[in-house]
Nanobody, 120 residues
Framework: QVQLVESGGGLVQAGGSLRLSCAAS????????MGWYRQAPGKQRELVAH???????VYADSVKGRFTISRDNAKNTVYLQMNSLKPEDTAVYYC??????????????WGQGTQVTVSS
């Protein structure tokens, strides 16, 4: 059984900052990549940022220069530092992990989501 537990969401004014965390736990053999996605009301879920085990990163154009993804491999944890937040960043943010479970194989796992609301 694998769990992804997110924390750090909340309400912030435009221009402010938040830091999201996501910790993976369970019978994990290895984590290939972890990422953050978001879904605003009435919109499709979209990639925000993604980081592979070697450290390479991918960002959505809309967050480049404002958000930074990082991970602590020893803690199976990924972080998303969000600066200069805008009202259009308001969404439910989901953590995702591409990982291998001992004795089972690789698959994608998702967290329960954490709400980020940016007021204007």
């Amino acid at each position: 059984q694998v769990q992804l537990v997110e924390s750090g969401g909340g309400l912030v004014q435009a221009g402010g900052s938040l830091r999201l965390s996501c910790a993976a736990s369970g019978s994990i053999s290895s984590i290939n990549a972890m990422g953050w996605y978001r879904q605003a009301p009435g919109k499709q879920r979209e990639l925000v940022a993604h980081i592979r085990s070697g450290g390479s990163t991918v960002y959505a154009d809309s967050v480049k220069g404002r958000f930074t993804i990082s991970r602590d491999n020893a803690k199976n944890t990924v972080y998303l530092q969000m600066n200069s937040l805008k009202p259009e960043d308001t969404a439910v943010y989901y953590c995702e992990a591409d990982l291998t479970v001992a004795g089972t194989g690789g698959d994608d796992y998702w967290g329960q989501g954490t709400q980020v609301t940016v007021s204007s």
